[in-house]
């Protein structure tokens, strides 16, 4: 030893190479007796630490792949034998029979047996789920380490695996090929059928069963899609599903009405969305919602909508609530609501062709002829009647077109919830039965609709009410296509109204006037406003001539006060004025006047000719009115003698005519029609219509007929009545009515040539300005663009536009382009 080298250190023995060697075998038996009890649920003296750090060594020592080999073979053994036996005695051969065919069995047996495998299956499911839980934090080493290094599963997601094919896949018998997944996938469906016909099922059982499928995947391949729950339950859920509500729907629209269908799909709708909630997986809504949908609505909803107690009942029945049902049925499948739009046209159209019809029928139909014993009186009214029921036919065509448009409102307000393809719908089937070829009226009839409230129907009514009315006649306005011809009948009535003094107020007429520029711009409204300007015009003229006679000298107390209407020829429809035999106008017979009223109209033409030089005056005696106070020296009083009484008279002009003829003969004379007609040049028709009224009519009997009948015949003589008893001083003589206020056919006919004259004039406006634009143009292209610039005003017929056409090429206007492929037009500058 060698002295002062200091202490020796003493160093631990070298480890061998194979001192810490792990007893595999040793260790598995240890790690597998520990997974037994965790299996069997009598875990709780097992040392957790110990169990890791065994498995941790095995893992360290290059052995994971034993392990885990070990750890797989042993959790297939524990499913396919103890886990696969307990499920196996929950299986009895009615539960195996009942789930795939229910027949023999009631509701009540199959649900219990079905609950009790559900909850077993439950259980060991869950049983399996913590007893792999507590396995994995066992293994959690080999699961980082080996699986992550080998890309193998981790042992749970393994053992997962294991349940799906060792359990699920198992078959329910040794010789059969139904396996536990179809029995599982079969009951569920078989508890939600009975949830479906009334029962009560336990959702939360089934909702945990389903949770497992979802947490299984149908192979390695572990995508959503994949999920067991999609690819095995939900397929056969849809496919069950599919097949009920196709027998379900057929049975209630067999055994139901419209109305009931419409309220079981809502709920069924709703029913399977709250079972996707509660009982299933709500990524399995859409689907089911659709299948319901298909088979409830879309395959189904002709057959609704056509059903005897479908659209057209709750239509006429006032259904609104289940007009809505089919409407929102209707819209669940179809953006477009195809059915119920189709259903809506078709009702408006023929509940209009209806009104159209009962028009026709009513304008038609004769008058109640009077009783045998009845005087001229009944026979009067009964005429009066006959003269007037197709104005009434009119205005009742009106009012009922409205009815049926508020009508229609209110279900698009109320069951379509204000849709805008449902309001087009509607438009397009008022517009198609409001301009049908069999009624050809329906522009004539909304002027006088209008006139009717202009004059009479707007008395005692509010400003919001005369809106109302106004707005209405609007609404109507919008479907008429032939505008112009709306134009033309509306001047002809606003004429009467505006000369005769009828209208209610020239403020209502300008606010009518204004809502149509609104709606259908300037140019339909000019000459309307024009009339009104020269009605201003008119009263200042009445004026200045007054003031213009009051400086020619003394007042003469017999001087005529005149009132003139001085009327643009242009403006004003004067060919409607000339009543209903009138001629053109420098064809029309000059009224003769009393030498009185003859000197102040030539008064009034000087006058005017002094302000306004080169026009001319035309005087229409037929469109004036005149107050004329008359003396009857002949009443006879209550104590048999005779006493003298005045009267205000206020006649038309040739009523004027007519009585100042009786002015110079002596009371004992008479005059024949036809020496009437001589003194005065009146038209006969209008002669005869105001004899009738001063000579026929019960009330205004200021002159004597002979012989007496309501007929007007040229042999018949005429005297003054000085006797003629009347209840009030001031009395009006109306002009018998020279026909219905409707146009005859002969009138009518008369009244469209003169309106397709005009459109002549509007074609050709329109080609001209077209091709002034274009400057070439093929044929197809020019009457496509002409038909959609006159839209706004009228709808022409292709045929008058080719005419047009041709008449423009030969007035040189276009010319037809050489050598081109198909008919092209140039515009001639």
């Known amino acids: 030893m060698i002295a002062g080298r200091g202490k ?32 069997t649920k009598n875990a709780s003296k097992l040392s957790y630490e110990e169990l890791y750090r065994h498995a941790y060594r095995i893992v360290l020592k290059k052995k994971g792949e034993h392990l885990y080999n070990k750890v797989h073979d042993f959790e297939r053994d524990w499913l396919s034998s103890e886990v696969r036996a307990s499920i196996q005695q929950l299986l009895s051969p009615n539960l195996v029979v009942d789930a795939q065919s229910v027949a023999g069995t009631t509701a009540n047996e199959r649900r219990v047996a079905g609950e009790k495998f559900l909850k077993g299956l439950k259980q060991a499911w869950g049983d399996h789920q913590v007893c792999t839980s507590m396995l994995a934090d066992v293994l959690m080493y080999m699961d980082r380490v080996y699986c992550a290094d080998q890309r193998r599963p981790s042992i749970f997601n393994a053992a997962m695996v294991l349940f799906r094919d060792e359990i699920l896949h198992s078959p329910v018998a040794e010789t059969a090929t139904y396996t536990i997944l179809g029995l599982l996938n079969d009951i569920i469906l078989d508890q939600i059928q009975m949830e479906r016909d009334g029962d009560v099922i336990d959702k939360q059982l089934i909702k945990s069963c389903v949770w497992m499928l979802e947490g299984l995947h149908q192979d390695e391949v572990e995508s959503e899609e994949q999920r067991l729950y999609n690819t095995s339950f939900e397929v056969a859920y849809l496919d069950q599903s599919r097949n009920f509500y196709r027998r379900e729907s057929e049975l209630l629209l067999r055994d139901s009405h419209a109305g ?34 298909d088979e409830m609505i879309k395959n189904r909803i002709h057959e609704l909508v056509e059903m005897e107690s479908g659209v057209r009942f709750m239509i006429d029945n006032h259904r609104l609530e289940e007009l809505n049902f089919v409407y929102d049925l209707n819209k669940r499948v179809d953006d477009k609501k195809t059915e119920i739009t189709r259903a809506i046209q078709q009702r408006i159209v023929y509940m209009g062709s209806d009104i159209n019809k009962d028009a026709i029928a009513a304008s038609q139909a004769p008058a109640a002829a009077p009783a045998a014993d009845s005087a001229d009186k009944g026979r009067g009214a009964a005429q009066e009647k006959s003269l007037n ?30 849709d805008h393809l449902l309001q087009q719908a509607q438009t397009r089937s008022f517009t198609e039965f409001i301009n049908s070829p069999t009624f050809p009226r329906s522009s004539e009839y909304i002027s006088l609709f209008i ?22 006649a609007i609404i109507l306005l919008r479907y008429v296509q032939d505008k112009d011809l709306f134009e033309r009948y509306y001047k002809k009535h606003l004429c009467r109204r505006l000369l005769m003094n009828k209208s209610i107020s020239n403020e209502v007429e300008k606010q009518m006037i204004s809502k149509m520029k609104i709606e259908l711009g300037n140019n339909f409204t000019l000459k309307l406003e024009a009339m009104f300007k020269d009605m201003t015009i008119s009263e200042e003229l009445t004026a200045g001539f007054k003031k213009h006679v009051e400086g020619l000298g003394d007042r003469d107390p017999k001087r005529i006060e005149l009132a003139i209407n001085v009327l643009t020829s242009m403006t004003w429809p004067l060919e409607s004025m000339g009543g209903v035999a009138a001629e053109e106008e420098d064809q029309r017979p000059r009224c003769n006047f009393p030498m009185v009223v003859d000197k102040i109209k030539r008064g009034f033409e000087k006058f005017y000719s002094e302000k306004h030089s080169g026009r001319q005056l035309t005087w229409l005696a037929n469109m004036g009115s005149a107050d004329i106070k008359a003396v009857f020296p002949k009443v006879p009083q209550k104590d048999g003698s005779f006493k003298e009484r005045r009267h205000d008279l206020n006649v038309s002009t040739y009523g004027m005519v007519i009585l100042l003829l009786f002015n110079e003969l002596p009371a004992d004379q008479h005059l024949t029609f036809e020496e009437i007609q001589a003194q005065t040049n009146i038209p006969n028709n209008d002669l005869i219509r105001n004899l009738q009224s001063l000579a026929v009519a019960p009330k205004t009997r200021i002159l004597i007929k002979e012989p007496m009948s309501k007929d007007v015949k040229p042999t018949d003589r005429f005297s003054f009545n000085e006797g003629f008893q009347g209840k009030f001083v001031k009395i009006k003589v109306g002009v018998v009515s020279g026909g219905n206020k409707v146009e005859s056919d002969r009138e009518r006919r008369e009244t469209e040539k003169k309106n397709d004259d005009s459109r002549q004039f509007c074609i050709e406006a329109a080609v001209v300005r077209i091709m002034k634009q274009r400057k070439e143009l093929s044929h197809q292209q020019l009457v496509s663009e002409t038909l959609g610039q006159l839209a706004g005003q009228f709808k022409p017929e292709v045929n008058m536009i080719k005419k047009r056409i041709e008449s423009l090429i030969e007035r040189e206007y276009l010319e037809r382009v050489e050598g081109a492929k198909i008919d092209s037009y140039r515009y001639l500058a």
């Open 451 to 472: 006139d009717e409230n202009m004059k009479k129907g707007i008395k005692g009514k509010t400003e919001m009410e005369i809106d109302t009315v106004l707005d209405k």
């Open 8 to 39: 020796a250190r003493i160093r631990p023995p070298r480890r061998g190479l194979h001192g810490d060697e792990v007893d595999f075998d040793m260790t598995w038996a240890t790690i597998e007796s520990a997974f037994r009890e965790i299996h």
């Open 260 to 293: 009931a269908y419409c309220k079981h799909a809502r709920r069924r709708i709703y029913e399977e969305d709250e079972r996707c909630k509660q009982t299933l997986l709500e990524s399995t809504a859409p689907k089911i919602q659709q299948v319901v949908e």
């Open 389 to 418: 029921q197709q104005t009434v036919a009119a205005i009742k065509w009106v009012e009922d077109v409205l009815s049926l448009k508020d009508r229609f409102d209110k279900i698009w307000l109320e069951s379509f919830e204000s």
